[in-house]
C-alpha cells in the first residue's frame, strides 16, 4: 500500500513552466508503474503521463507531448512532472496515481481503472 501527496501547483502564465511531485510514503514505491492524471472544471479525469516502475519506459498523451516530462526517484519515494510550454487548456486539478499492474505496452496504461492508489491533487491554472 502507498499513501501519495502531490505538491507544486499553482497559477503559471500561458508559455511559462511548472514541476510537480508527488510524494509516496510506504516500502515498496518502486514496485509501483506511477501515472498523472488531470480534470479541469466540469470535465472527466484524463490520462497525461505514465512512469514505468525503474524509470526507463514512458508515454504520454498527445497533447502533451514535447511538452511534459514525468521522471522518478524511487531512492526518495517521489515521481515528477515537468511542465514546459503550458497552455490555458492545461487549467485542471493534476493526480498523482500508483499501480502494481504489468503491461506489455505502456500506452495500456491511460486508463485510471488500472490505478489503485490515488492522491489528493494539486490545482495547475494557466492563465492567458
Known amino acids: 500500500q502507498v499513501q501519495l501527496v502531490e505538491s507544486g501547483g499553482g497559477l503559471v502564465q500561458a508559455g511559462g513552466s511548472l514541476s510537480l511531485s508527488c510524494a509516496a510514503s510506504?516500502?515498496?514505491?518502486?514496485?509501483?508503474?506511477m501515472g498523472w492524471f488531470r480534470q479541469g472544471p466540469g470535465k472527466e479525469r484524463e490520462f497525461v503521463a505514465v512512469i514505468s516502475r525503474s524509470g526507463d519506459s514512458t508515454y504520454y498523451t498527445d497533447s502533451v507531448k514535447g511538452r511534459f516530462t514525468i521522471s522518478r526517484d524511487n531512492a526518495k519515494n517521489t515521481v515528477y512532472l515537468q511542465m514546459n510550454s503550458l497552455k490555458p487548456e492545461d487549467t485542471a486539478v493534476y493526480y498523482c496515481a500508483a499501480t502494481p499492474v504489468t503491461y506489455a505496452r505502456m500506452r495500456t496504461y491511460n486508463s485510471e481503472y488500472l490505478y489503485d492508489y490515488w492522491g489528493q491533487g494539486t490545482q495547475v491554472t494557466v492563465s492567458s
Open positions: 510506504g516500502r515498496t514505491f518502486s514496485n509501483y508503474v
